[in-house]
Nanobody, 115 residues
């Protein structure tokens, strides 16, 4: 079992920055992958960024160069730094942890980007 708690987000102006945190209840080094997803109003959920236990990262094309996923294993926390935000980045951002074939989700945090 993994409990995930997201924090951060809120209202941001277009072009601005914000950072999200996802705190896990266990060592993230033993979690196969930690992924940030988002779901915009009226749209399907999509993955945004992933970091594996080995530290490899990957990003949705539309956020490459603007978002950065990172981790602090001492704090069991994964971060998503979001820069140059656009109104289309508005969504509920959720953290996901994959442990073998099990998936765990946080409740999500809302990011609203105003134009």
């Amino acid at each position: 079992q993994v409990q995930l708690v997201e924090s951060g987000g809120g209202l941001v102006q277009a072009g601005g920055s914000t950072s999200l945190s996802c705190a896990a209840s266990r060592s993230i080094l033993n979690i196969n992958a930690m992924t940030w997803y988002r779901q915009a109003p009226g749209k399907q959920r999509e993955w945004v960024a992933v970091i594996t236990s080995g530290g490899n990262t990957n990003y949705l094309d539309s956020v490459k160069g603007r978002f950065t996923i990172s981790r602090d294993s001492a704090k069991n926390t994964v971060y998503l730094q979001m820069n140059s935000l656009k109104p289309e980045d508005t969504a509920v951002y959720s953290c996901n942890a994959r442990v073998a074939n099990n998936y765990y989700w946080g409740k999500g945090t809302l990011v609203t980007v105003s134009s």
